[in-house]
């Protein structure tokens, strides 16, 4: 039976269905915030069923913001199903609801209930494998692919997409139809934004040629890299002496972070959200050989690590060098990370890897000394 737990952070929660979609595995994924919880339950690729304890998700309140019941047929039902009735029977009964447009409010429900996941950048989550639904009624057909897509498309919080592909210098591939995910309708700003990724252009680039902006572009690419449509390309990371600190510290920190963020989306496709805890082990244990320069430093949702953090720790630093205390300690946590894919993945994934950061010249020949 598998069961995994973690904490969310930005647009994690698009990770973890495209990981359980894969997984294809039948069970609940239940996430709770501040309060609130929501579960769904899964199989075959689709959820079946969805709870909620918000009650805007209720599904009488949700038919009433339609307009499809009256306040005294929900009323009326209300009380028939606090008697023991099953709301959905009662409504029907009472001929507020065909059948039919109660399966349509209930997917729709459900809908709702997935696609405000989305904004959650905080709270915990968990997968518990084989757990079904205790009220065994009509199920939903709400493919995870379609929820995958509506929830990026419909994220408010335009800012998410820029903490997840935090560099222009980054660059996408197209995928070749063999190699793609169950097809996904594309929309034509979407097709728009596909054409002008080219395997050569950077996402700078990219942001630079669309007509529609850095918000919306990076959300396209976002979701185009999410349904596997596209895939990461190495590419040459700015020079340090191109930094804009005098001693170099932001370019360090920018190379490390791309390196980071590089074994992050790696791991990510290939064993889902588990590779964030794995990840963010690694950090932890490096901090008892770091305790000043690692001190209250995290992972961000994009697998990098905060350079403000990390220059106000350098600067707490007495007597040792900082900037040699710096790439000593990223480059350990490189390491600490390749050690993680390897053990992970095997050694053939992390010579992929290695590939990339030779062609990306790693400061420091961090990546390459250790193939």
Not at 93 to 104: C, I, Y
Not at 291 to 316: C, I, K, M, W, Y
Not at 347 to 355: K, S, T, V
């Amino acid at each position: 039976m598998t069961e995994f737990r973690g904490r969310l952070k930005a647009l994690s929660f698009a990770d973890i269905l495209e990981f359980l979609r894969v997984l294809n595995r039948p069970g609940l994924l239940s996430l709770s915030v501040e309060g609130t919880t929501i579960g769904l339950y899964l199989r075959d690729g689709r959820i079946v069923h969805g709870a909620s304890t918000r009650e805007s998700d209720r599904l009488s309140d949700l038919l009433l913001r339609r307009g499809t019941i009256t306040r005294d047929q929900c009323d009326q039902a209300m009380r028939r199903a606090a008697a023991g009735e099953k709301l959905g029977k009662a409504l029907v009964d009472r001929g507020g609801l065909t059948p039919r447009a109660l399966m349509e409010a209930r997917l729709h429900q459900v809908l709702q209930m997935a696609v405000s996941l989305f904004e959650w950048e905080d709270g915990d989550f968990v997968f518990l494998e084989r757990e079904a639904p205790q009220d065994e009624g009509v199920e939903v057909d709400l493919p995870i692919a379609t929820v995958l897509v509506e929830g990026l498309r419909s994220v408010r919080n335009v800012a998410l997409f820029r903490k997840r592909m935090p560099f222009d210098w980054w660059v996408f591939e197209a995928i070749s139809e063999g190699e793609r995910s169950p097809a996904v309708a594309l929309e034509p700003h979407e097709i728009y934004v596909l054409r002008l990724v080219d395997g050569e252009r950077a996402v700078g680039d990219v942001i630079r040629l669309s007509e529609f902006g850095e918000p919306e572009t990076l959300r396209t690419l976002f979701l185009l890299l999410t349904v596997g449509r596209l895939k990461m390309k190495a590419r040459p990371a700015p020079e340090v002496a191109d930094a804009p600190s005098a001693d170099g510290f932001a370019g360090i920190v920018q190379r490390y972070n791309g390196m980071f963020g590089m074994v992050y989306q790696y791991l990510m496709k290939e064993v889902g959200p588990i590779s964030e805890h794995l990840l963010a082990r690694s950090l932890r244990e490096l901090e008892a050989t770091y305790p000043v320069l690692f001190h209250r430093t995290t992972l961000g949702g994009d697998g990098t690590v905060d350079a403000r953090l990390l220059q106000e720790n350098v600067r707490s630093l007495a007597d040792e060098p900082g900037r040699a205390v710096l790439i000593q300690g990223l480059n350990e946590l490189l390491y600490a990370e390749l050690y993680v894919l390897r053990k992970t993945l095997g050694p053939q994934h992390e010579g992929r890897i290695l590939r990339a950061f030779r062609e990306a010249r790693p400061p420091g020949g961090a990546a390459g000394s250790a193939a």
